[in-house]
């Protein structure tokens, strides 16, 4: 009865609101009028019946307050009142408003962009079965390695796979390149997943001569073959193989990267003693089975590492994976972008602080000029509480619209970021904008209405109402909050230098990338990939002959001024690894000979790259015939002929019957990165000329080869002309990767292009934040110190001591908020130093500038104020209020 | 003494309101003037607080009214005691005289009889 009546009157409260208003207002009037009825009648005059009533009721509105608390609808009615009040406020100051609520929907909407990402990549959980039984094994092992753990592990199941295979598509359509991985037959059941059409491996099926088969990805089944469901049980002709499709994984399956079109199975062949223990290094993923905890899994792994060292035919160093172990397999997936994003987030967290920090100064600000306001409300009966709910909705509402904002600028931010970041990235293919980050840019929006809605709050509900009134809005609460005001603007200036800091460090160490010099000319160079079948190749002959009339007639066609061949193009992400012997350096039994990076080129390689030689001579077309010859780098020369004139000396590749001789020395190649020519496990950088005893390591010439036509063709032109000579001479053989050279490097830089311009964005954001803040607070200080200035004026300052006056408070904020700034840097700036090339974090070039042009940039924002300052007319100034 | 008005003790408001409603309907003033009548005058009552006070107890359903015609001719709200607002009042009234039996007994207590 009780709570049904409660009910009622709560919902009449909410429909009826204004009806029960009136009501409340009749029924009090009511009571009055009788009251002073019943005084006249006794004898007192009408107008003091009135009056006397009036007084002895007591204050209307704090009465009706208290009924509406009563009904106990206070807590819906008031939300919408204040919901409606704020909404009125914020309209009546639109300038306010829009700067408000487009600092925070810069804020929150970089802020939704980066979380995105980062919720994407390193949170999600992988799209498997039960993810969180898959771990990754640290450290790679080959395919006999591989086959004694799946063997021998009791705590968890374990696949194995070999990324970035490729495999020619012959027989549907243009002869094309696909890449594909390389798996043991049970990583799909281990993954769970389902195909989405036909079947994935049976156990069994990764052996040597039971592996002719191929799974398809979703995208290839539809490009290549129509979707036609028809394809499970065809034979298609991979690499020459005919190879029986068993299955079509579904759209959204994705292993190990996005890139995959086909999966293979492995080619387990302990017969073949080289390829079973020295070829392919595989990384290795396990499930845990169930109820076995990580430390047991380790404990097992240490224990296998340490017999299967033994099962190797040959002795295997001490240290190879002496620290192996397992960790999840997200982290083992992510472990390399991992710093990279949260250094981002980090940086846009800053971003976010600082549009806060702005936020809550511009409210503080516009409540110091609200006192008045507020005062009145207080002396007609509102509680402290109250006022400070109303206020807090305010900026909840203010944060809101900043939020609905900032999703629009995420989605956009979000796209762009796509399409920055390097296409390599793990998982960025999963990423996208869902509930998940709509949840936190609300959280964030209402966080941020929070924080920056209560300190005002608290602040404006505290003034005394006498005070208030009396002095018009001078109260004592303006020094109270002038203190919050200018620690906040330090302090946002003070994130702003952290981060135009580390965008400076980013884009000196990008500049010192960019404007290294590769080695190479990448103007007007077209480069491909030609990849005929590995089998083509195994008749070297036929090869070399192929090859050959390959580089003669694209030499021949029109607007082509030279071609060439080379295995393994600069900063084309592909090494050729060889050991050789070095006279004088002959590695003793037992030892490994030194491990070079083998390029095997055409003759005039060198020319088309636009490589001369420093010492000797370059190839020649004898050289190509046969001779026994190489050409070594300059950092390869100076390593093993120290002081020496390395034209003249001789080594041979592994197991090659005649030394070589030395006949030239090149000039460094960034051929590995735009930072380094080799990686750190290479030994040295060898070249030699594509002819029958060029071979690799297992025994042939090499099969696929890049050619660099340098031209004056536009892209497609001389694209065309490359495939018509290709495919004039073998339709088999596919062209794939056509970039020009300077794509290749710029694919090279793409990882510091994105970090630098992300940071640099970010930047900008912050100073424009931060200058923002500064005039936001001088402004408000000359407003309220327009009085002083007056009087000082009229007492006879000069304009300079004005000048001086309001510049010396901007330049407070700005040398303290700078200060604290580069004390910050300096703690945080090494967590940069994986980031950088050429320069160090501690740079003092950078830190010095971007001193410079932060106080320069703060003092700038203190301009208009100042003006504003030195024009006050004291007669004005003195008449206001 | 005996005629100077006192303070309407915290809490008692309610019943008072209640007992003065019981008596038939009334409007807020004519609870108002039914309290000093009943009273004889011995009681002050700050005029805006009974407002609070009705809506309080209409809220919790021991009171309900109605929009009626007044003594002058006047639209007024009327107020009228519930079934639960009869049962309140009959608590309230038994757990008022006991407490108040019990003071009164403390308060009256002589050194002899501790």
């Known amino acids: ?881 | 003494m005996a005629n100077k008005p006192v303070d309407v003790l915290q809490g008692t408001l309610d019943m008072l309101i209640l007992k003065a409603v019981s008596l038939g309907p009334l409007h807020g003033y004519g609870v108002l003037l039914r309290i000093h009548q009943i009273s004889k005058d011995r009681l002050e009552i700050q005029q805006g607080s009974l407002y609070p006070a009705l809506y309080r107890l209409e809220h919790q359903g021991w009171i309900a009214s109605e929009w009626g015609e007044s003594e002058n001719k006047r639209k007024a709200k009327y107020y009228r005691l519930t079934a639960a607002g009869k049962r309140k009042l009959q608590s309230e009234t038994e757990k008022w005289n006991r407490m108040a039996e019990v003071i009164a007994g403390i308060l009256s207590t002589g050194r002899e009889e501790v």
């Not at chain 1, 100073?767 to 803040?773: A, E, H, P, W, Y």
């Open chain 1, 1 to 881: 009865m009780t709570s049904w009546s409660r009910i009622r009157s709560w919902a009449h409260a909410i429909i009826r609101r204004s009806a029960m208003e009136r009501e409340m207002d009749t029924e009090l009037q009511f009571h009055m009028e009788a009251y002073a009825l019943d005084l006249e009648r006794s004898g007192v005059p009408r107008e003091e019946a009135m009056r006397r009533s009036r007084l002895e009721f007591g204050g209307v509105e704090r009465t009706k307050e208290e009924c509406r608390d009563a009904r106990g609808v206070s807590f819906m009615e008031t939300f919408v009142l204040d919901l409606k009040y704020g909404a009125r406020t914020l309209r009546k100051s639109p300038g306010f408003t829009i700067i408000a609520a487009l600092t925070l929907a810069l804020g929150i909407g970089a802020n939704t962009a980066i979380f995105s990402l980062v919720d994407g990549i390193l949170l999600r959980p992988l799209p498997y079965a039960s993810p969180q039984q898959l771990v990754s094994v640290k450290g790679t092992y080959p395919k006999g390695g591989f086959v004694a753990m799946r063997e021998q592990m009791h705590t968890m199941d374990v696949a194995a796979y070999s990324e970035d295979h490729e495999f020619n598509l012959t027989g549907y359509g243009e002869a094309v390149r696909l890449p594909g991985t390389l798996v043991s037959a049970e990583l799909f059941s281990m993954l769970g997943a389902q195909p989405e059409l036909g079947r994935t491996f049976y156990p069994g099926e990764d052996v040597a001569g039971q592996d002719n088969f191929v799974v398809l990805s979703h995208a290839l089944w539809e490009q290549r073959f129509a979707g036609d469901p028809a394809i499970i049980g065809r034979v298609i002709e991979l690499e020459g193989v005919g190879r029986q499709v068993v299955g079509v994984m579904p759209a959204d399956f994705r292993f190990p990267s996005a890139r995959g079109a086909l999966w293979l199975p492995l080619h387990n062949d302990p017969r073949n003693t080289t390829a079973y223990w020295a070829g392919d290094f595989m990384p290795v993923i396990c499930r845990l089975h169930a109820g076995t905890k990580l430390e047991q899994a380790r404990a097992e792994i240490k224990m296998f590492q340490s017999r299967v060292t033994k099962m190797f035919p040959w002795p295997m160093p001490a240290k190879w994976n002496a620290d192996v172990s397992v960790v999840p397999l997200r982290d083992g997936m992510v472990a390399d972008v991992r710093g990279r994003l949260l250094m981002l987030l980090g940086a846009v967290v800053l971003v976010l602080l600082i549009a806060c920090a702005n936020v809550a100064n511009l409210t503080l600000s516009r409540a110091a000029t609200r006192e008045k306001e507020i005062a009145i409300r207080s002396a007609l009966g509102a509680g402290r509480g109250r006022i400070a709910t109303q206020l807090l909705t305010e900026s909840v509402l203010l944060a809101g619209f900043g939020g609905l904002l900032g999703l629009v600028f995420a989605k956009g931010g979000l796209s762009l970021l796509k399409a920055t970041l390097p296409t390599d990235m793990p998982r960025l293919m999963d990423v996208h904008l869902d509930w998940r980050v709509l949840v936190f840019t609300g959280a964030l929006a209402i966080l941020t209405g929070f924080i920056f809605g209560l300190v005002p709050a608290l602040q404006s509900s505290r003034v005394t109402t006498a005070e208030s009134l009396k002095s018009g809005g001078r109260g004592a609460a303006v020094s109270v909050s002038q203190r919050l005001r200018s620690t906040l603007v330090v302090v946002e200036v003070a994130f702003a230098v952290m981060l135009v800091l580390s965008a400076g460090l980013l884009i000196r160490s990008f500049w010192a990338i960019s404007h290294t010099n590769p080695g190479f000319k990448s103007e007007h160079l077209l480069t491909a990939r030609i990849t005929p079948n590995e089998s083509f190749c195994q008749d070297a002959a036929r090869c070399l002959t192929f090859y050959r009339s390959v580089v003669n007639e694209a030499q021949a066609s029109p607007g082509v001024a030279g071609a060439a061949l080379v295995n393994t193009l600069p900063l084309g992400g592909r090494i050729t690894k060889r050991n050789v012997d070095i006279e004088e350096h002959v590695a003793a039994p037992g030892e490994n000979a030194p491990l070079f990076w083998l390029d095997v080129v055409t003759p005039n390689y060198f020319r088309v790259m636009g490589i001369c030689a420093l010492a000797g001579r370059e190839f020649n077309d004898a050289d190509e015939a046969g001779s026994a010859v190489a050409v070594v780098t300059a950092s390869t020369a100076r390593r093993y002929w120290p002081g020496e004139n390395a034209v003249g000396k001789h080594m041979r590749l592994l197991k090659e019957k005649d030394w070589r001789t030395v006949v030239g020395v090149i000039p460094d190649v960034r051929a590995f990165d735009m930072q380094s020519s080799e990686p750190e496990w290479i030994e040295g950088t060898a070249y030699v000329p594509y002819n029958s005893s060029a071979t690799l390591e297992d025994g042939r010439v090499p099969a696929e080869m890049t050619i660099a036509a340098r031209t004056n063709l536009d892209a497609a032109q001389a694209e065309s002309t490359l495939r018509r000579v290709v495919s004039g001479l073998n339709p088999e053989v596919p062209v794939s990767e056509m970039k020009t050279m300077r794509e290749v490097v710029s694919e090279a830089v793409a990882t510091p292009a994105s970090t630098t311009s992300l940071f640099a964005t970010f930047a900008s954001l912050a100073l424009v934040l931060g200058m923002i803040g500064i005039y936001g607070v001088l402004t408000f200080l000359v407003s309220k110190r327009t009085r002083e200035i007056g009087i000082r004026v009229a007492l006879g300052a000069r304009r300079e001591d004005v000048l001086w006056l309001v510049m010396r408070e901007g330049a407070k904020f700005s040398f303290a908020g700078i200060a604290l700034g580069l004390a910050g840097a300096m703690a945080v700036m090494r967590l940069l130093a994986s980031e950088l090339y050429g320069v160090s974090p501690m740079d003092a070039a950078t830190y010095c500038s971007v001193t410079g042009a932060m106080a320069a940039v703060t003092l700038l924002a203190c301009y208009v104020p100042t003006r504003r300052a030195m024009r006050v007319d004291p007669l004005t100034a003195l008449r206001e209020d």
